[in-house]
């Protein structure tokens, strides 16, 4: 399962192997420094935005990929099993994407840990 894991100066978006052939990418990274926001959404579906892009997207499944829409592009690694909340990580104009939407196994502590890193 995908989570977000702070490495010095950066966010990771840490997926497995089959994750990283889904999502369309090896790596998602972004400077800890881009971060403006963190939260944890309960409802999962609230957590995309836009439309899908480029990744694989099976509905009530997963949705793993970039979703562009009007404010830039967002970044979603979301397993849809149950109702399982997700971290939504809004990031500065200055950053690659817009939002990184993860079900992390731990929202409440990947959000601390998260907005510790950031100083928010």
């Known amino acids: 399962m995908a ?3 702070v490495k010095g100066d950066d966010l990771i978006v840490d997926l497995s ?4 052939a889904a999502a369309r990418r090896r790596e998602v ?3 800890v420094s881009a971060i403006h ?11 995309l935005r836009g439309v899908r ?11 793993y990929g970039v979703r562009p829409h009007p404010l830039g592009e967002d970044f979603s690694a979301v397993r849809v099993r149950g109702r399982r909340p997700a971290v939504c990580v809004d990031l500065w104009h200055s950053s690659p994407y817009a939002r990184l939407a993860v ?5 409440d502590g990947t959000v601390r840990a998260v907005r510790t890193a950031a100083g928010i």
């Open 3 to 5: 989570r977000l894991v």
């Open 17 to 20: 192997w089959w994750e990283r």
């Open 29 to 31: 990274r972004v400077p």
């Open 37 to 47: 926001q963190v939260s944890v959404e309960p409802d999962w579906w609230r957590a």
């Open 53 to 63: 892009g480029r990744g694989t997207w099976i509905p009530g499944v997963l949705a």
């Open 103 to 107: 079900t992390d196994p731990d929202p």
